[in-house]
């Protein structure tokens, strides 16, 4: 019986190119194709944007993504989806399109390489700050690690650090190990079989873009809602200061 070996890649940080101490990764290359792909796809559809009701086909689309999109930001937000839609959307496309193109012969998804979730995780852990102190103010925003002691600075900051681990460590480890196993399998069983887990690996992938850029909005809203709070315990509901002022006449 002849022996048969098998070539895993674990990840996809292997060189490709390098000329002197300048070397690019299979990483970088893959993640320039995807930005490439999603700012081409983008100015071939927005290029031609009409109103009315005769859209193209790449405009009813890109119309439902959008739209979409808001939807699930107000949803876990409760908040104007505005400001944090060209953020969230970015995270849920980029991962989305690098994971759908797995299915690409030879294509490694970036979010199978480490770096590349902890970049996407430190983004998310840099726009909580960014948006809370945009919301509340540098005091008030960091006043919430004191909560509801001084004693708990260290655990809530620590606390922030875990959480940011948790998303490059739960991206990573889903997409890496949903490309060894169909690797794996491929060397023992008929085609057929790699291509049933490529497809299951491809509803795995939309689900963690879709996890990835929930949890970043969950945790955006946790920086942002408390201020939100704040102005509505000050200023009472609606209906109430409605009351309130019938009442004065």
Same mark, same amino acid.
């Given at each position: 019986m002849a022996d048969r070996n098998f070539n895993i890649t674990l990840s996809p940080d292997e060189v490709v190119w390098q000329v002197g101490p300048v070397a690019l990764n299979a990483t970088i290359v893959n993640t320039w194709v995807v930005m490439l792909l999603l700012v081409i796809v983008s100015r071939l559809v927005t290029r031609t944007l009409r109103g009315g009701t005769a859209l193209s086909?790449?405009?009813?689309?890109?119309?439902?993504?959008?739209?979409?999109?808001?939807?699930?930001?107000?949803?876990?937000?409760?908040?104007?989806? +505005?400001?944090?839609? =060209?953020? #969230?959307?970015?995270? /849920?496309?980029?991962?989305?399109?690098?994971? *759908?193109?797995?299915?690409?012969?030879?294509?490694?998804?970036?979010?199978?390489?480490?770096?590349t979730s902890a970049a996407l995780?430190?983004?998310?852990?840099?726009?909580?700050?960014?948006y809370g102190i945009a919301n509340r103010g540098v005091g008030s925003y960091f006043s919430q690690y004191l909560q509801p002691s001084p004693l708990m600075l260290p655990f809530n900051i620590i606390g922030e650090l875990s959480r940011t681990m948790a998303l490059a460590v739960r991206l990573?480890?889903?997409?890496?190990? +949903?490309?060894?196993? =169909?690797? #794996?399998?491929?060397? /023992?069983?008929?085609?057929?079989v790699?291509? *049933?887990?490529?497809?299951?690996?491809?509803?795995?992938?939309?689900?963690?873009?879709?996890?990835?850029?929930?949890?970043?909005?969950?945790?955006?809203?946790?920086?942002?809602?408390?201020?939100?709070?704040?102005?509505?315990?000050?200023?009472?509901?609606?209906?109430?200061?409605?009351?309130?002022?019938?009442?004065?006449?």
């Open positions: 086909g790449g405009q009813n689309v890109l119309e439902i993504i959008v739209v979409t999109m808001r939807k699930q930001i107000r949803e876990v937000s409760r908040q104007e989806p +505005g400001p944090y839609l =060209a953020f #969230i959307g970015t995270l /849920f496309l980029f991962i989305a399109v690098s994971n *759908l193109l797995m299915v690409v012969p030879g294509f490694l998804p970036p979010t199978s390489s480490l770096s995780a430190v983004c998310v852990f840099l726009a909580v700050p960014i990573y480890g889903n997409m890496m190990s +949903g490309s060894v196993i =169909a690797a #794996i399998i491929l060397g /023992f069983a008929p085609l057929f790699p291509l *049933l887990f490529n497809l299951f690996g491809l509803l795995t992938g939309m689900i963690q873009a879709y996890i990835f850029a929930i949890l970043a909005m969950v945790y955006i809203a946790s920086a942002t809602r408390a201020h939100r709070e704040e102005e509505q315990a000050s200023t009472g509901p609606p209906h109430a200061a409605g009351r309130h002022a019938k009442h004065s006449n």
